[in-house]
Nanobody, 126 residues
Framework: QVQLTEYGGGSVQPGGSLRLSCATS????????IGWFRQAPGKEREGVSC?????????YIDAVVKGRFTISRDNAASTVNLQMNNLKPEDTGVYYC??????????????????WGQGTLVTVSS
């Protein structure tokens, strides 16, 4: 059974940074592609960034990330991390990680239809 747990959310002022982590098992990290998604209040869930199970493919949703976020894998810790810099109020929302198997996927919520974490709240406000 695939389990994902997000942590690292919190409150930060505009321009600040946060590092989110998606913790899972080593087996999941080897066999699943992992994505970060977010949902702002009153809006649909959207993709942020995804990384393939072998780490060779990385996707960023440019309209969301705009060069400010970096996704990475830490195989030793069995986590997928999302470093978020220069945060803006519009980055506020619940951030989720999700997993999907297979070779064909897009970094969109509907492609990650297998397992989701419970989410971690990020609030960017002055």
């Amino acid at each position: 059974q695939v389990q994902l747990t997000e942590y690292g959310g919190g409150s930060v002022q505009p321009g600040g940074s946060l590092r989110l982590s998606c913790a899972t098992s080593a087996a999941t990290l080897r066999n699943y592609n992992i994505g970060w998604f977010r949902q702002a209040p009153g809006k649909e869930r959207e993709g942020v960034s995804c990384i393939s199970r072998d780490g060779n493919r990385v996707d960023y949703i440019d309209a969301v990330v705009k060069g400010r976020f970096t996704i990475s894998r830490d195989n030793a810790a069995s986590t997928v991390n999302l470093q978020m810099n220069n945060l803006k109020p519009e980055d506020t929302g619940v951030y989720y990680c999700a997993a999907v198997s297979g070779e064909t996927y897009q970094c969109r919520p509907r492609w990650f239809d297998e397992t989701w974490g419970q989410g971690t709240l990020v609030t960017v406000s002055s």
